[in-house]
């Protein structure tokens, strides 16, 4: 009798577990073939007020290829500055030796 009552068990898990697993892959289905609906199309389509606001992309292309250039050359002269204070370093001992 425990034996049937296992596999009745064992038989009912496998088929909830198969019937999440089909409402999962209709509702990973169903998200491509829905349409849009008039209120997400209006939120979609472009909107003419903000176009004064879109010309900033330029803007801040420009501003990060400043950055960029500040940076290498702030790093260029800390390189510059360690090789002239090691090489001034080496002088020194040449010089004192």
């Known amino acids: 009798m425990a034996f049937v009552n296992n596999t ?28 849009l609906g008039a209120r997400e199309k209006a939120l979609l389509a472009p909107d003419p007020a903000l176009d ?25 002269g800390c390189c510059y500055e360690l ?3 090691a090489t001034t370093r080496e002088e020194a001992r040449r010089q004192a030796s």
Do not use: N, P
């Open 52 to 76: 004064r606001f879109k010309s900033y992309k330029k803007d801040v292309k420009r501003v990060k290829r400043i950055g960029d250039v500040l940076t290498v050359v702030v790093v260029a």
């Open 83 to 85: 090789y002239v204070r």
């Open 8 to 35: 009745t068990i064992f038989s009912q898990l496998r088929s909830h577990s198969q019937k999440t697993g089909d409402l999962l892959r209709q509702s990973r289905r169903g998200i491509h073939t829905v349409e």
